[in-house]
């Protein structure tokens, strides 16, 4: 317990955050749990933004979770990454998806609720689920998804 609270406080002072840190289960390595996330669906593969074009605007997840002693949370956790700069955003996110009492969790993530999406044109929306116990120890995590997912503005080009 020692070690993870020197931990959050070295993160804490290196990030400039003032409490505690939303990336939490980064600090450790992210190494897929193949074994506890059975599957992990999407709703899309692009999502869209800009008032000028038809498209997904929400993206809905769906997992299959094998059951684990203490589970509690399955979390979304996710960035942008500029397709050709690599310029990217903090992992951030952390929302605790809904779950049906046998294995399945689903979670819909309004284009309004992913942090400076309006700064990228043309990007790739990364995200990870991570399963974790009521005291927020990671058991699990699914394979970052790094290329599946294209965050897109739409603008009207002017003949």
């Known amino acids: 317990m020692k070690k993870l609270s020197f931990l959050l406080i070295i993160f804490s002072l ?4 003032s409490g505690l840190p939303v990336s939490i289960p980064f600090l450790q390595t992210p190494a897929p749990s ?18 000028t074009c038809e498209g997904a605007r929400t993206i809905k997840f769906t997992a299959q979770v ?42 819909n993530l309004e284009l309004s609720q992913i942090r400076s999406y309006r700064y990228y044109e043309d990007a790739w929306f990364q995200y990870q689920l991570v399963a974790s116990t009521v ?20 603008t009207v080009i002017n003949p």
């Open 34 to 51: 193949p074994n506890l996330f059975l599957s992990v669906q999407r709703s899309t593969n692009q999502i869209v933004w800009g008032s």
């Open 14 to 17: 290196l990030s400039g955050c």
């Open 135 to 154: 005291t927020r120890k990671v058991l699990g995590r699914s394979v970052v998804s790094q290329t599946d997912v294209s965050l897109t503005h739409c």
């Open 66 to 107: 094998m059951p684990a002693r203490r589970l509690r949370f399955v979390t979304l956790w996710y960035r942008l990454q500029d397709k050709y700069s690599g310029r990217h955003t903090d992992w951030g996110g952390g929302a605790i998806l809904s779950d049906n009492d046998q294995g399945t969790y689903f979670y």
